[in-house]
């Protein structure tokens, strides 16, 4: 009997840990790399954030949302280019990291579009980003404030 | 009797029409016409519209014949394409030194609402110093976009601000104002430093 109970205590204590544990490690097995915005004229105009993220675990995480407190709305959109060469953009929505899979925000493609900027994107300047993932997790990520003409992190 | 005869000359009348009306759409629009040349401008020589440079000049197509062109569409609201746009070609420009200077290279805001000549003046500032920036009212922008086979749109967000959808290649003509091709948005520096070099040799070829 006491066996038993132990044993069901012991199935509960890995029933919580089975369900909490890795699930709230996912999103702390993603790494983000090349964290890069451009530099914008003034408040009124929207920025863009790039950056590189990778899923190091076993599992799938989702990208749900983002926050930062230099701007009202921060929302992730994708750039789409038709057959007639017409750039439009769109909401990303929720984005799925693959295990083991780089994940690219970069011009012409994805990227964290700021709206409602409280101050301007100064170069040299850093700003936080928060990612919000599906389990819960918040990842806060510091981006460098580049020029106006760069291309890339480092370029 | 005679009343139906009318009637049926009217039916075959109707059909007739609509025969004409369907080979006519066949023949331009439809599979049974030429294959479409697609969205190529045409000619600047061929081009009518009145704008305003970033320094306050009256340009139009005409400033452009002479010398080598590279345009593009583009708004400074933008977060995304025209920054990276403008960013690709300045390094064009710097890689082929020199021979930039022989070209125009002109950005054409297609939110002239909220691209002044001041506000222009401020944002190609930032980018290489060839570049120009192009304003004018709504009706001179539609022009240009008729002769360059462009689209524009403008998109209203959701918090109330608009964006605009537009064409994100840039145009190349030659000196004489023929256009010669275009570069897709963010190709290569490999595939678009030589078809920029094509324009330019088209001139040369072109004055002797």
């Given at each position: 009997m006491k066996e038993k109970i132990l044993t069901g205590a012991l199935a509960a204590l890995l029933t919580f840990g089975g369900l909490s544990t890795p699930v709230a490690a996912d999103s702390q097995e993603i790494l983000v790399d090349d964290v890069w915005a451009r530099a914008t004229i003034g408040v009124s105009r929207p920025a863009a954030v790039y950056f590189t993220l990778r899923n190091t675990g076993g599992d799938a995480v989702k990208l749900i949302g983002f926050e930062t407190t230099i701007a009202k709305r921060a929302e992730a959109h994708r750039l789409k280019i038709d057959a007639n060469g017409i750039s439009t953009m769109e909401p990303a929505g929720e984005i799925l990291l693959r295990p083991g899979n780089d994940l690219v925000f970069e011009p012409g493609g994805l990227h964290i579009m700021l709206m409602g900027l409280q101050e301007p994107l100064v170069e040299g300047d850093s700003i936080q980003l928060d990612l919000l993932f599906d389990d819960g997790g918040r990842m806060p990520v510091n981006v460098r404030v580049r020029g106006i003409a760069a291309r890339g992190p480092r370029n | 009797m005679r009343r139906r005869a009318i009637l049926g000359y009217g039916v075959a009348g109707v059909g007739a029409v609509a025969l004409m009306l369907f080979v006519g759409w066949w023949q331009?629009?439809?599979?049974?016409?030429?294959?479409p040349v697609g969205q190529r401008p045409v000619a600047l020589t061929e081009m009518d519209f009145r704008l305003t440079d970033h320094e306050g000049n009256a340009v139009g197509p005409?400033?452009?014949?002479g010398r080598p062109t590279m345009a593009f569409f583009g708004f400074t609201?933008?977060?995304?394409?025209c920054p990276t746009t403008l960013s690709d070609i300045s390094g064009w420009l710097d890689d082929l030194g020199d021979e930039a200077g022989e070209m125009n290279v002109v950005f054409i805001t297609v939110d002239p609402e909220r691209d002044t000549v001041e506000t222009m003046a401020e944002y190609v500032g930032?980018?290489?110093?060839a570049i120009r920036g192009w304003t004018g009212p709504e009706e001179q922008i539609a022009r240009v976009a008729d002769g360059f086979h462009a689209t524009y749109e403008r998109v209203p967000t959701e918090s109330g601000d608009s964006t605009m959808n537009h064409s994100a290649s840039v145009f190349l003509f030659a000196a004489s104002g023929r256009f010669v091709t275009m570069i897709d948005y963010h190709e290569p520096r490999e595939f678009a430093v030589p078809k920029i070099r094509r324009a330019l040799e088209e001139e040369t070829e072109g004055a002797t």
């Open positions: - | 331009v629009d439809g599979a049974g016409g030429p294959e005409e400033t452009l014949i609201y933008c977060p995304d394409v930032y980018f290489h110093p």
